[in-house]
């Protein structure tokens, strides 16, 4: 399968989730490039390690760049950028375009792959979602938390050829992988239990998951929360059973005083993605004829109080 | 007039508004009497000062107690208490009722007038309505900050001799009073205002009023909630037109970085009072069959955001 697609790869965001995947691919002998800033130094040195709850991953040499001019074309391009710093992509994309790169997004919510497929193209355009738990301890340095897995699908048409080859790569290095025939549907999906609990971690002052479970208001106003993201991708033509959403519920029993991503960020001082989490799927819903008031009132309150938190930087 | 109903006075909760009102009372000749206790030391010594708009009221003597059975038996007690603090009210009431004792409570939100009636009976009980913004800025010295009125009605039963007999007393006091034929309806007319804004000051992370209209967003939550306020009133049988509710978001602009009380509750960490104005609205609403997606997740949020505080301390 080796030289076939996906062969050159660059890594852009190599926060955790990127170093995570992008390290597991070059552990399994793909030629991968990643981008790197404040890291770039240590890993050059250092390499990369990553904690998995099985055996650890030591990545001696790895090769990374300071610049995606040093990169130069590849034929897949991760991207792990936080959605706030989307911007960043203009700059950043054009070196990595050959005729035929694909972009594959790993980031978070909606509105992702549409803003890689205006500005280069939809027929480039991937999508994975990651449901795994990872953390960036130290400068090269990641720790799997979670068992996790990915779905990759294609950006408004099927999975296709090099959708499977994509999965086929990340599975020989170890990750559960699969290809999915309607990226939307499970972007959605993973939604509605993003958009409660993520939300809840910082507008209800720090709830982990087990804080949100354990007060019937706070459970109850999860649950309602889901309606409208049920609601709002139905309006769209994605139809999510009721169940779906019991079952959400039912199964964050299992995960304990779990922080959500958009909670670690926060703790950290780190932008939260208030617009792909929250922002878009609002506004498509709204768009689509749904009606979602309890999506606006976390929306706008969890816009309020990043607002404030970036001004008082 | 004098002589008649009110008669004897006692206010029960001499914070801002019992010394506000009880003050303004006594200086204009009715017999008044206080419960205090903080204050009860320096009030006996100082007396009471009204700092109003116009001119300062100093009231050099105040009758005073450090007990309701030193007040023993009055014709009207005024109510003033939080009403976090209502249990309270089971001891300290008994010792001021006679047979026609008649309980005026000026507190908060919903839930007031019940409380009383089932104790102490129906017949007894009415409610006022406070528009006025008063702070206690010392022990014994009320700073009035703005204009206001108090509206003056009958729990379950129109305006009868004794609601006008009190507000006519509030008016030789120099206070703007009035007899309202429908206590229930101006209680929810006032929740249209107080329910968003004093929610949003604290959920919103310290949005004064001026903050909530300037932000696009919260404003459209707020004129939401509104909507949620108007269904549940309206569902309880109480018609309040959606062009109260846009009046009360443009008659808010000339308020500026006004704080609303609940958020001055909140700064100076005393109780917020959860109960009265977002948990019996929403709890009643819906009962009636109202559905109250926004009035519920604020509710909720409420709920968290002070027991987490109360955890704190």
């Known amino acids: 399968m080796k030289g076939a697609f996906p062969g050159r790869i660059a890594v852009v965001g190599s926060g955790a989730v990127g170093c995570y995947f992008g390290g597991l691919l070059a552990h399994a002998g793909e030629d991968v490039h990643f981008l790197m800033r404040s890291d770039l130094a240590v890993v050059r040195e250092r390499g990369l390690t990553i904690h998995t709850k099985g055996e650890d991953v030591h990545l001696p040499k790895v090769q ?25 992509l203009e700059r950043l994309l054009p070196p990595l375009l050959g005729s035929h790169t694909a972009l594959l997004t790993l980031q978070n919510g909606l509105g992702n792959e549409e803003f890689l497929a205006e500005r280069w193209g939809a027929e480039r355009v991937m999508g994975g979602l990651c449901f795994v738990c990872i953390n960036r301890t130290a400068p090269g340095v990641i720790a799997h938390v979670d068992h996790g897995s990915i779905s990759i699908g294609e950006f408004r048409r099927p999975a296709a050829d090099r959708t499977h080859l994509v999965a086929a790569a990340l599975q020989r290095a170890g990750i559960e992988a699969q290809a999915v025939a309607d990226l939307v549907l499970e972007r959605w999906r993973k939604l509605v239990w993003n958009i409660p609990f993520n939300g809840l971690s910082i507008a209800a002052n720090g709830a982990t998951v087990a804080d949100v479970l354990a007060d019937e208001g706070v459970r109850s106003i999860a649950r309602g929360l889901m309606d409208d993201v049920l609601a709002a991708a139905r309006a769209l033509g994605y139809e999510i059973a009721d169940s779906f959403a019991d079952y959400q519920i039912e199964r964050s029993y299992s995960m304990g005083p779990y922080k ?12 939260v993605e208030v617009e792909a989490i929250w922002g878009e799927p609002w506004r498509q819903g709204v768009a689509a004829g749904a009606s979602l008031p309890r999506l606006e009132i976390l929306y706008r309150l969890m816009q309020r109080l990043t607002a404030i938190r970036r001004n008082d930087d």
């Open 260 to 271: 959500p991503s958009s909670m670690l960020d926060w703790e950290a001082g780190q932008p």
């Open 64 to 88: 990374c760049a300071g610049s995606t001019e040093e990169i130069g074309p590849c034929d897949l391009v991760l991207i792990a950028l936080k959605t706030t710093a989307n911007q960043a």
